[in-house]
Structure formats: structure tokens, C-alpha cells
């Protein structure tokens, strides 16, 4: 669990976006629902969502669908599940409780930075919604499209370091997926699990500790705290 031991020397805070910053996986996951249901995927639910997509691609997301349904889905279908989440996000989409306030902390004494598995123009729209982007420069942001290996290889958290003038041992990683830690860990960062957002917190903090997680936070402000922010 989160612990109150002195602040470890850090130069680079990067933080993963959705489930992390946004309190977008509802909004993710629904909107790739609404369009699997238009194809006739009906049997896909929030529950199977959040337990296995959690993390994932789109383009992850779509080729698992074909390979347990065995459907070939159109070439269209993961630009259908873009705007139809842009659409959700004008109505559902709010920041994770207290992000904005540990942004901002951060802001003032580390270098900060967003890796995310999202799509850009859905990432950038996310942070820009939701008051981000105050603190974040758009060269801050770093997604999928990259790198060779989105996470979880630790390709796009070595890319961020790189840019941002920073060693891996020198940054922490704060992520609330398995896949986000599995990256942080095996770039040799410093890997926090936030369970904040999930919506079932204690079997996430048990697959974040699994997937390597140095420490579990139940919320951003724990997090505030351990930083001495």
C-alpha cells in the first residue's frame, strides 16, 4: 500500500491518461460497446469491458473481438468507436478526483508528462475537456501511435524519458492498468498503481501488485502526499 516515507529523488512524473487523469474508461469502453452492439455483438457488457480492456488498445480491443467471435469487424469500426467516445465525452467525461490538484503540485517541482495507449486526438481532446492541457504542453503528451510497441512494452516510456531529457531510474510512473505497470516496470521505472478509479479497487490493487506495482495508492492524494507535495 501507499506509505509516508521520505520523497524518493525523482526528475520525471509520467502519468498514464485514462483511468488515471480522466475518468474516461466508462466513456472508452461504452463507446466501443455501442458500436460492437450495431454489429451484433450484443453479449458484450460494461463487466466484460472494464475486466478485460482495461489498458488495451483499440486496435488490441478489435483484433480480440475478431478472434473470439471470429466476425472480420469493417475497417471503419475502430473510427466509428473514436467519434462515438467524443460524443460520450461531451456529456460523461470529468477529471479522476483530485488530478487536477496533483498536476499541478507536480507542475511546480518535477517534470511531468502524459504515455497513453490512446488514440492522439482522443487523448489530447480527453486532457483539453477536462482542464489538463493548463499544465501539460502538447509536446508533454505522448501516445501510442509513437512507438513500434505500445505498452505493454516499455517502448512508450522510454520514448517520454528520452524526450523529456530524463533517466528511467529518475521517473515514476503512475498507472492504473496492468498493462500501464507491466510498461513501467520493465523500462525500469519506479511503477505506482492507482486504484482510485477502478470500480473494483481491491481486485485491482491485488493484479496491480501482481503486475509489479512498487507501491498501491486507493487515491491521487495519497499519491500528493507520498511525492511531499
Known amino acids: 500500500m501507499g506509505h509516508n516515507s521520505p520523497m524518493d529523488d525523482f526528475d520525471l512524473i509520467i502519468f498514464d491518461c ?4 480522466t475518468d474516461s474508461e466508462y466513456v472508452n469502453n461504452k463507446a466501443v460497446l455501442d458500436v460492437a452492439h450495431e454489429e451484433g455483438l450484443t ?29 472480420i469487424l469493417p475497417e471503419n469500426f475502430a473510427m466509428r468507436c473514436v467519434k462515438r467516445g467524443m460524443e460520450l465525452a461531451d456529456g460523461f467525461l470529468n477529471p479522476v478526483a483530485n488530478a487536477l490538484e496533483l498536476v499541478e503540485a507536480s507542475s511546480k ?10 488514440e492522439q486526438s482522443s487523448v489530447v481532446r480527453s486532457l483539453e475537456k477536462t482542464g489538463f492541457l493548463s499544465f501539460f504542453k502538447p509536446e ?7 512507438v513500434r ?19 528511467a531510474d529518475r521517473c515514476v510512473v503512475i498507472e492504473d492498468s496492468t498493462t500501464g505497470v507491466t510498461a513501467g516496470v520493465a523500462a525500469g ?21 501482481s503486475a509489479g506495482a512498487h507501491a498501491i495508492f486507493p487515491s491521487l492524494i495519497h499519491i500528493k502526499d507520498r511525492l511531499g507535495l
Open 18 to 21: 485514462d483511468g488515471t487523469l
Open 43 to 71: 453479449h458484450y457488457d460494461l463487466d466484460y469491458a472494464y475486466k478485460h480492456w482495461l489498458g488495451t488498445t483499440l486496435g488490441g480491443i478489435v483484433l480480440a473481438i475478431q478472434m473470439e467471435t471470429g466476425k
Open 109 to 118: 517541482k518535477f517534470k511531468i508528462c502524459v504515455a497513453s495507449n490512446g
Open 140 to 146: 508533454w503528451v505522448f501516445t501510442k501511435s509513437l
Open 149 to 167: 510497441n505500445p505498452k505493454p512494452a516499455p517502448d512508450l516510456f522510454l520514448f517520454a524519458a528520452a524526450q523529456m531529457g530524463a533517466e
Open 189 to 209: 521505472m519506479k511503477t505506482w498503481g492507482f486504484t482510485g478509479s477502478s470500480h473494483d479497487p481491491q481486485k485491482a490493487a491485488l493484479n496491480l501488485e
